[in-house]
């Protein structure tokens, strides 16, 4: 089994920045693919970015391409999401989640485990 705590989300003015950060413990995380998912508020859950266990493969949802960034550092069982020049519709629950394969997906249903999700709230 595979638990994963998010961190990070917070209030932030349009235009700011925050770096979220997903703690997994369990599994061999190393060996994993580790997304970052979200839901606004009355929206289904979106694929925002998602990176291969030897960073070679990283994907991101076209409205976070060049905003956002996901990295890894698997020392730390830890994925990250920075996120830059946020906008109003950024503001949602942010998930991390782990797919148990080397090979990244945009699909939710490709992921077996997830976070509770941390709220990120952005003014407009």
């Known amino acids: 089994q595979v638990q994963l705590v998010e961190s990070g989300g917070e209030f932030v003015q349009a235009g700011g920045s925050l770096r979220l950060s997903c703690v997994a413990s369990?599994?061999?995380?190393?060996?994993?693919?580790l997304g970052w998912f979200r839901q606004a508020p009355g929206k289904e859950r979106e694929f925002v970015a998602a990176?291969?266990?030897?960073?070679?493969?990283?994907f991101y949802a076209d409205s976070m391409k060049g905003r956002f960034t996901i990295s890894r550092d698997n020392s730390k069982r830890t994925v990250y999401l920075q996120m830059n020049g946020l906008k109003f519709e950024d503001m949602g629950v942010y998930y991390c989640a782990v797919r148990r394969s080397p090979y990244p997906s945009r699909s939710e249903s490709d992921y077996e485990y997830w976070g509770q999700g941390t709220q990120v709230t952005v003014s407009s």
């Open positions: 990176i291969s266990r030897n960073n070679l493969a990283i």
């Open positions: 369990g599994g061999t995380i190393s060996a994993y693919t």
